[in-house]
């Protein structure tokens, strides 16, 4: 069984920055990509962000380009998060494709963590 964890998730400021983590656990798996997703209250699951594993390209939302960055190290996923805005209130999900895909769409990914809150004050 694999894992997804997230970790990094809280309640900041307007313009505020966080870091989100998220590294699996459980049985071994080809990764493809992770990718990011997020979902507001009342909204659909949307695409945040994503990364190739083997040659790291990066892949990002208009909402979000310029403001969050996708890395990864070792067998860790992060999201930066700069210059926070309330619209950016969500869940944040971590998600794990083994083969490639559309890699915007989250019927693509294999496996998904928890999710962990990402609240902005104004």
């Known amino acids: 069984q694999v894992q997804l964890v997230e970790s990094g998730g809280g309640l900041v400021q307007e313009g505020d920055s966080l870091r989100l983590s998220c590294a699996p656990s459980?049985?071994?798996?080809?990764?493809?990509?992770m990718g990011w997703f997020r979902q507001a209250p009342g909204k659909e699951r949307e695409f945040a962000a994503a990364?190739?594993?083997?040659?790291?390209n990066t892949y990002y939302a208009h909402s979000v380009k310029g403001r969050f960055t996708i890395s990864r190290e070792k067998n860790t996923v992060y999201l930066q998060l700069n210059k926070l805005k309330p619209e950016d209130t969500a869940v944040y999900y971590c998600?794990?494709?083994?083969?490639?895909?559309?890699?915007?769409?989250?019927?693509?990914?294999?496996?998904w963590g928890q999710g962990t809150q990402v609240t902005v004050s104004s």
């Open positions: 998600a794990a494709m083994t083969t490639a895909r559309e890699i915007s769409t989250p019927y693509a990914y294999d496996y």
């Open positions: 459980g049985r071994t798996f080809i990764r493809y990509a």
């Open positions: 990364i190739t594993w083997s040659l790291g």
